[in-house]
């Protein structure tokens, strides 16, 4: 069976400091990758997707950058973090009909 | 563009009474709708999804849901709430490798 795993599950961070979630995938070859965020009390918001190794497509213009540099790993960077940059990521990965499954998510506070 | 539209922000239901969750979407040539449920600080959990056939789709923990090609509605239902039911609920719509999600109905028991 497919399993997904994003660590870490908490994460907090100075304003400024450099950031790396990682997305992993098991059980399952090629998948659509996607990462979201959630802010506090709101609905997700598509940072990224990946359809293969090296492509990535961006959503929204913003200080977050994303990789994909094996099959089923998935990377969220950012040089430098912004207070703006709170929220939980959330990595998913598609099935064959388009639904998606989701990891845990990590909760990111930056101070 | 794409859209769905989840008209309840929040649903105040008492313990064991029925429950609908309204969800209407943007109509497309090909329709794949989905509905998830979000417990607090916890990823997505898909809860059912319709890709074609019947009509009407049942999914876990007791829910189901009615795709409505007429009415553009994909509404979820359950005939009886726990307060285990208590979570964010997000329809979903399927199209170009990714999901639009609505804005999430908070649903809350009241025991």
């Known amino acids: 069976s497919q399993t997904i795993h994003q660590w870490p599950a908490t994460l907090v961070q100075p304003v400024g400091s450099p950031l790396s979630l990682e997305c992993t995938v098991e059980?399952?070859?090629?998948?659509?990758l996607y990462w979201y965020r959630q802010a506090a009390g709101r609905g997700l918001q598509l940072l990224f997707y990946?359809?293969?190794?090296?492509?990535i497509s961006s959503e929204v213009p913003q200080n977050l950058s994303a990789s994909r540099p094996q099959d089923r790993q998935f990377i969220l960077s950012s040089k430098k973090l912004l207070l703006s940059d709170s929220g939980f990521y959330l990595c998913?990965?598609?099935?064959?009909?388009?639904?998606?499954?989701f990891g845990p998510g990590t909760r990111l506070t930056v101070t | 563009a794409q859209s769905v539209t989840q008209l309840d922000s929040q649903v105040p239901v008492f313990e064991e009474a029925p429950v609908e969750l309204r969800c209407n979407y943007s109509?497309?040539?090909?329709?794949?709708l989905f509905w998830y449920v979000q417990y607090p600080n916890q990823g997505l959990q898909l809860l059912l999804k319709?890709?074609?056939?019947?009509?009407l789709v049942k999914g876990i923990n007791g829910f189901e849901a009615e795709f409505n090609k007429s009415q553009t509605s994909f509404h979820l239902r359950k005939p009886s709430v726990h307060i285990s039911d208590t979570a964010e609920y997000f329809c979903?719509?399927?199209?170009?490798?990714?999901?639009?999600f609505g804005t999430g109905t908070r649903l809350t028991i009241i025991p």
């Open positions: 998913a990965w598609s099935g064959q009909g388009g639904e998606q499954y």
């Open positions: 059980g399952t070859s090629n998948p659509n």
């Open positions: 990946s359809v293969g190794i090296g492509q």
């Open positions: 109509s497309s040539v090909s329709v794949y």
């Open positions: 319709y890709l074609s056939g019947s009509t």
């Open positions: 979903a719509k399927n199209g170009n490798e990714k999901l639009t």
